[in-house]
């Protein structure tokens, strides 16, 4: 019978194509998806392409709201999303992590729920001493404004490291190689180190922990003002202005050892418009460099299921014209959306093997500059990694290879990734980026034309501290 079964199945595959008139569903699949029951309380949709395969559905709800199911996918004849529900998808209040968490003090009011534009204000008991913002306001991207308010005694070794809005802390003692411990509440997502230490400088190891909703985003000034300060401690500061241009455009001097690879995802989400969104962001974030007194060498990547290099370190080191900002730019142009080659998934772990392979290269060549040489990763992804496995044993890797172990060394290596969209899998992060104390690695933003106006903001932040 089964042989049988699979014969009729056999013959119907072969002549199908021959019968004039024979119905769609006997040759091939519809691959539409429905048009019913695809509504939002409260808000509305946007299609990416119709009712057709691949078409991202996005939910879009009024200021102050967010979507319980942010997106879904045509995939095979159905619509899909990472959040199973039965229930009909509805616009919720957007609320901030609580910051009853708050110790040693008051925070005014108390309530079981802090909605936008909530304000809460904090005092401490009497013998603690406070830190951070008195006052705070409940943002609309789902976060506090200010810095986490501290009640301390500064007995210790280490100042109080406090307590983040969202989260608990193990560990109440504050000396050299005490521990604290982080997690957030349920179901916030922790985004920065879970343990930190006090070190002999009586400043804490890696960065102060945020917790994260899945609605939780930084504005485009956010993460512009903590980007700019990161970068600030790794690129040279001498100001050589170039005349009659507009703006103060630094002069970039050759021979310059710092390394920046720039990675954009170009996977199934990215249309051919954002396609060509994500190379003007790298124009912008090339062009931005250009405005600090330094001389980068840069490889530039997009990746989906592959990785293609625009421009490799190895060239753009030994290619005079490569090292032509101008070059780099026409590279873009030429690089259209059908080289990426196949873009139905989102392979981290092999853009990052693509950067370790680059690493490795420019140390065998020269071991010594490329120990005095500070390396910078930039990776814009708007997805999870849903191929080529966990990308973090590769990153370890580089961390391997530039620090070889030694801690005066991690200050070489800089690990930035920017969360595009609702998709970014937060809970991998961590291991992705690099922790240091007063500086932040990762970026969550909406979109990359929100992308694109952080790198605005950037020069406008940067001339506003030199000033």
Same mark, same amino acid.
């Given at each position: 019978?089964?042989?049988?079964?699979?014969?009729? $199945?056999?013959?119907?595959?072969?002549?199908?194509?021959?019968?004039?008139?024979?119905?769609?569903?006997? *040759?091939?699949?519809?691959?539409?998806?429905?048009?019913?029951?695809?509504?939002?309380?409260?808000?509305?949709?946007?299609?990416?392409?119709?009712?057709?395969?691949?078409?991202?559905?996005?939910?879009?709800?009024?200021?102050?709201?967010?979507?319980?199911?942010?997106?879904?996918? *045509?995939?095979?004849?159905? $619509?899909?999303?990472?959040?199973?529900?039965?229930?009909?998808?509805?616009?919720?209040?957007?609320?901030?992590?609580?910051?009853?968490?708050?110790?040693?003090?008051? =925070?005014?009011?108390? @309530?079981?729920?802090?909605?936008?534009?909530?304000?809460?204000?904090?005092?401490?008991?009497?013998?603690?001493?406070?830190?951070?913002?008195?006052?705070? =306001?409940?943002?609309?991207?789902?976060?506090?404004?200010?810095?986490?308010?501290?009640?301390?005694?500064?007995?210790?070794?280490?100042?109080?490291?406090?307590?983040?809005?969202?989260?608990?802390?193990?560990?109440?003692?504050?000396?050299?190689?005490?521990?604290?411990?982080?997690?957030?509440?349920?179901?916030?997502?922790?985004?920065?180190?879970?343990?930190?230490? *006090?070190?002999?400088?009586?400043? $804490?190891?890696?960065?102060?922990?945020?917790?994260?909703?899945?609605?939780?985003?930084?504005?485009?000034?956010?993460?512009?003002?903590?980007?700019?300060?990161?970068?600030?401690?790794?690129?040279?500061?001498?100001?050589?202005?170039?005349?009659?241009?507009?703006? @103060?455009?630094?002069?970039?001097?050759?021979?310059?050892?710092?390394?920046?690879?720039?990675? =954009?995802?170009?996977?199934?989400?990215?249309? @051919?418009?954002?396609?060509?969104?994500?190379?003007?962001?790298?124009?912008?974030?090339?062009?931005?460099?250009?405005?600090?007194?330094?001389?980068?060498?840069?490889?530039?990547?997009?990746?989906?299921?592959?990785?293609?290099?625009?421009?490799?370190?190895?060239?753009?080191?030994?290619?005079?014209?490569?090292?032509?900002?101008?070059?780099?730019?026409?590279?873009?142009?030429?690089?259209?959306?059908?080289?990426?080659?196949?873009?139905?998934?989102?392979?981290?772990?092999?853009?990052?093997?693509?950067?370790?392979?680059?690493?490795?290269?420019?140390?065998?060549?020269?071991?010594?500059?490329?120990?005095?040489?500070?390396?910078?990763?930039?990776?814009?992804?708007?997805?999870?990694?849903?191929?080529?496995?966990?990308?973090?044993?590769?990153?370890?890797?580089?961390?391997?290879?530039?620090?070889?172990?030694?801690?005066?060394?991690?200050?070489?290596?800089?690990?930035?990734?920017?969360?595009?969209?609702?998709?970014?899998?937060?809970?991998?992060?961590?291991?992705?980026?690099?922790?240091?104390?007063?500086?932040?690695?990762?970026?969550?933003?909406?979109?990359?034309?929100? =992308?694109?106006?952080?790198?605005?903001?950037?020069?406008?932040?940067?001339?506003?501290?030199?000033?």
């Amino acid at each position: 019978m089964e042989c049988k079964q699979q014969l009729k $199945w056999l013959i119907l595959a072969m002549i199908c194509p021959l019968i004039a008139g024979a119905p769609s569903c006997m *040759c091939k699949r519809d691959s539409s998806c429905p048009k019913e029951n695809l509504n939002i309380t409260g808000g509305n949709f946007v299609l990416s392409k119709g009712y057709s395969e691949g078409s991202l559905l996005k939910y879009i709800c009024p200021d102050g709201y967010y979507p319980s199911v942010q997106s879904r996918l *045509c995939q095979d004849g159905r $619509w899909t999303s990472k959040i199973k529900t039965r229930k009909t998808p509805e616009c919720k209040k957007i609320t901030c992590p609580s910051p009853r968490v708050f110790e040693n003090g008051e =925070v005014i009011p108390y @309530k079981d729920k802090y909605y936008v534009n909530d304000t809460t204000t904090y005092s401490c008991h009497s013998d603690y001493t406070f830190r951070g913002s008195a006052e705070r =306001v409940c943002k609309p991207n789902g976060k506090w404004s200010g810095s986490t308010p501290i009640c301390g005694r500064d007995s210790d070794h280490c100042p109080d490291p406090g307590v983040p809005p969202g989260s608990s802390r193990t560990g109440n003692m504050f000396n050299i190689d005490d521990k604290v411990t982080y997690r957030c509440q349920s179901p916030l997502t922790l985004i920065g180190s879970k343990v930190r230490v *006090c070190l002999d400088g009586g400043q $804490w190891s890696g960065t102060e922990p945020q917790c994260y909703a899945d609605y939780t985003y930084d504005t485009p000034e956010e993460a512009s003002e903590a980007f700019s300060s990161s970068l600030k401690s790794n690129l040279a500061v001498t100001q050589q202005f170039k005349e009659g241009q507009q703006g @103060k455009k630094k002069t970039m001097c050759q021979g310059g050892k710092l390394d920046i690879y720039i990675a =954009v995802d170009a996977s199934e989400r990215i249309d @051919k418009k954002d396609f060509e969104n994500a190379k003007s962001t790298i124009k912008m974030l090339i062009d931005k460099i250009s405005y600090y007194s330094v001389s980068p060498n840069y490889e530039i990547l997009i990746f989906a299921t592959d990785v293609t290099r625009i421009i490799s370190m190895r060239d753009f080191k030994t290619n005079e014209d490569a090292r032509n900002l101008m070059n780099i730019f026409k590279e873009h142009d030429d690089f259209n959306y059908e080289r990426v080659g196949e873009i139905t998934g989102t392979n981290i772990a092999k853009v990052y093997s693509a950067i370790l392979e680059s690493m490795k290269l420019e140390e065998l060549i020269n071991a010594i500059a490329f120990r005095e040489t500070q390396h910078i990763v930039i990776m814009f992804t708007d997805g999870q990694a849903n191929m080529g496995g966990n990308p973090r044993p590769k990153v370890e890797q580089i961390k391997h290879l530039v620090t070889k172990n030694h801690p005066d060394r991690e200050k070489n290596l800089d690990l930035y990734l920017f969360g595009v969209g609702d998709d970014v899998n937060q809970e991998d992060i961590n291991g992705l980026v690099s922790q240091r104390d007063q500086e932040k690695y990762f970026f969550k933003l909406k979109d990359l034309t929100e =992308v694109q106006k952080m790198l605005d903001y950037m020069i406008e932040y940067k001339y506003a501290q030199e000033r």
